[in-house]
């Protein structure tokens, strides 16, 4: 049966306007991020409980194609689009850089991104997230909320995130919070066994390394529970409880559970598969069959940080023979 024209014309205009909104809600203009603080999960869909297709580390920039809240559309450079979180994403390009006008900067006692939000409050959609430095442009100024301008972007942000002078509203008041340098701390613990050096504040994260009591650390950003830290060349989170300001005498330090070759194994003799990320439900990038030689890199609870032959990835620490 034909449908009615004015039906017809109803379902075209309601495709439309269905694109202008996806146009609104994706489109941030063509600029770059950079992945912090560990190893950052590129999923499926803008939200947690989304499917993993990779895992990318610190350090690795991909390119913004827009925005859904907090979630940032993105392409990595391997080719593959995807969702990162924007709390683990460094800005440049439009808007995100530290450089241009302003007459103020954004700061924050943490070291980590501000918001700038639709409205004067935390319910409003996040437009962006922006790094300690960047220049800001007062538009009003307020208490606790302030509109501002960065790039091409005008929104609200948290006052006491915004430093400088010159705003517009005589009630601005700029706080001056410390933008964490770094300072040396040591691993520690009771019993004197190694720690684990995590890719994100939670147990549930996999372990990107296991330190011993005296190694040495720098101190990014501290924390109750978890301190974000740096050892050696690699930034990533662990117990604040494990952590002092007082080298601990006689600890030998360094990572006590150092990189190794082992085998594949498995119970059945089938192939073992080599993940994207520390998860059954990440996307498979080979299988490799039993006494493969491998190398391992870092350690988690059930999780293995692998190399073998050209690939990267994790495999099951079940399937690997030291």
């Known amino acids: 049966m034909k449908k009615h024209p004015l039906l017809r014309k109803a379902a075209v205009v309601l495709a439309l306007t269905a694109a202008c909104i996806l146009i609104m ?14 190893w950052l999960k590129l999923r499926t869909n803008p939200s947690l409980n989304a499917g993993t297709l990779a895992s990318y580390p610190t350090g690795t920039v991909v390119t913004v194609n827009g925005q859904n809240g907090s979630w940032y559309s993105v392409t990595a450079p391997d080719g593959m689009n995807g969702w990162m979180l924007g709390t683990y994403l460094r800005f440049q390009g439009s808007g995100g850089s530290s450089g241009g006008s302003g007459n103020a900067k954004v700061t924050s006692q943490n070291g980590l991104n501000v918001r700038l939000r639709t409205g004067p409050g935390t319910g409003y959609t996040v437009l962006g997230s922006y790094p300690p430095g960047t220049s800001v442009t007062i538009l009003s100024s307020g208490k606790d909320w302030s509109k501002v301008q960065i790039g091409n972007f005008t929104g609200y942000m948290m006052s006491k995130y915004l430093t400088g002078g010159g705003g517009s509203g005589s009630d601005f008041k700029p706080t001056t919070l410390p933008v964490p340098s770094g300072y040396t701390v040591w691993v520690t613990s009771k019993n004197g066994q190694g720690v684990n050096f995590r890719e994100g504040p939670s147990q549930h994260y996999v372990s990107i390394g296991f330190y011993g009591v005296g190694t040495e650390a720098t101190m990014l950003s501290l924390g109750n529970t978890w301190s974000y830290i740096k050892i050696g060349d690699r930034n990533g989170y662990m117990m604040t409880k494990f952590l002092t300001t007082t080298k601990p ?6 990572e006590i559970i150092p990189q190794g070759e082992a085998i594949v194994v498995s119970m059945n003799g089938k192939d073992v598969n080599l993940r994207t990320a520390a998860s059954l439900n990440s996307q498979v990038i080979r299988t490799y069959p039993v006494g493969t030689s491998l190398t391992i890199i870092t350690r988690g609870d059930q999780w293995y940080f692998i190399h073998i032959g050209d690939d990267y990835g994790y495999m099951m620490k079940k399937f690997i023979r030291e």
């Open 25 to 38: 809600i994706c489109t941030a203009g063509a600029e770059t991020a950079t992945v912090y603080g560990g």
């Open 249 to 254: 005498e006689g600890g030998g330090g360094g």
